[in-house]
């Protein structure tokens, strides 16, 4: 019986050993079951056919055994006829090139800002054109185990775009024959994008070409200097795909910053300045119309000069370029004046004044009263007089295209009259 006991002990103590090594082990039986994918749905979706070149979008994402952490897009910028097989592909089969790469965003929706260059928009207003380009958008979810939904959700659309227009500026232009400019001339365009929220094109170019189009059995050149001219033969100078074209460069919202200045052009030749502007979604105009966005010039040297307006408050004003006026001795004279190159596009450079000088064509003649400028300094002469003798005024106004007109304003002193007192110079 004794030893039946023992052996019920031994017994119970070897399976207390036994389950207590059964309960230290964490290792856990079956098969590990595998990540589900998530899902992506867009949820606001742009008009497949037609839609503008903003488009705003919108989707949600779900995951079954976790939750989702973000989201990987991409477009595609399609051919006329919509989606493609390779608009699917992430890197280039041929050439390992990365094509339509995937972005990561934590936002469910966003604006784009899309292209729509291509020309043509079918059925559309010939008074209104517009550009298109067919889009694809793919969006796919991430979730917490870095799983991507495997069939991404995407859709294909259209956007489109109002063609942006343009034409040069410079003063009285005529519609129907050329117009006449110095040989430094600054001519300068203006641009208008309707549909985009600053109403502005993003950048321009331009294109000079020689007017000619033929010449004589003498070999003498034959320019285009009409409007007649000009829809005859037009064809044979300008082309949007000419090499001359200059590169696309900024549309700048400053007027003054909306100019080329083409220097030292040849005296007598008639030349096309033509412009074109492209927009945020990559359409450009498409005018070729004469005095508008191509502007027909001729080459005039000389003859251009500012339009100045001296005035002094006892003598008056003057727009001559040599005035004589005669004044009483020790007469005080506040001569201020204004300018304007505006009637050929340009821009005042400087203004100087001085009296009596020996050589007006000579920059350090020490009659200048003041350093060449358009500072407020430059804009008057300051008060003097004269005892006696004959006196001149000097003002020389240049502007941009270094165009000068200098005026003479002579002064005769009278000399003073019996019982008035002649005061002394302010010389």
Known sequence: MGAMKFQLVVLFI????????????TELSGT?????????????????LEASFQVDLNWIGSDEDGYVVGFEWRVSNNGTDGISPRDTLTVDPLTGAILHPWHFTSRTDTTLVLLADQPGYPQDDPSKPRSFRTHSFFIRAVDDKGGVDPSPAYISFTSTTV???????????????????PETVSLGWEGLDSDFVL????????????????????GEPLYIRTLYEYNLHYAKILDFDDPEWSLWSGFYPSSTDQRIRLSNLPNGEFFLFAIQVRDTAGAVSVGLEYQKEVVN?????????????????ILGSTVFSDPRSQIASDQPLNFRWTASAASYNGNIFSYRHGWDLID?????????????????????ARERSYLNGYHTFYLRVE?????????????????????IPGGASSQ
């Open 14 to 25: 070897g399976l207390l050993v036994l389950f207590a090594g059964c309960s230290g082990n």
């Open 360 to 380: 007006p064509e000579d920059p350090n003649d020490p009659g200048w009263a003041v350093p060449p400028g358009v500072s407020s300094l430059n804009l008057y």
């Open 399 to 419: 502007d941009d295209s270094r165009q000068v007109r200098l005026i003479k304003w002579g002064l005769e002193v009278l000399p003073p009259t019996e019982g």
């Open 32 to 48: 590990l079951l595998p990540n589900s994918k998530p899902d992506t749905e867009i949820t606001g979706e742009p008009n497949p």
């Open 297 to 313: 010039i001729k080459i005039v040297k000389g003859g251009f000069f500012p339009a100045v307006e001296i005035t002094e408050p």
């Open 199 to 218: 109403k502005e094109p993003t950048q321009m170019r331009f294109l000079l070409k020689s007017a000619k189009y033929d010449t004589t059995a003498l």
């Open 163 to 181: 063609v942006p227009t343009c034409r040069v500026v410079y003063p009285n232009l005529s519609r129907t024959n050329y117009k006449r400019v």
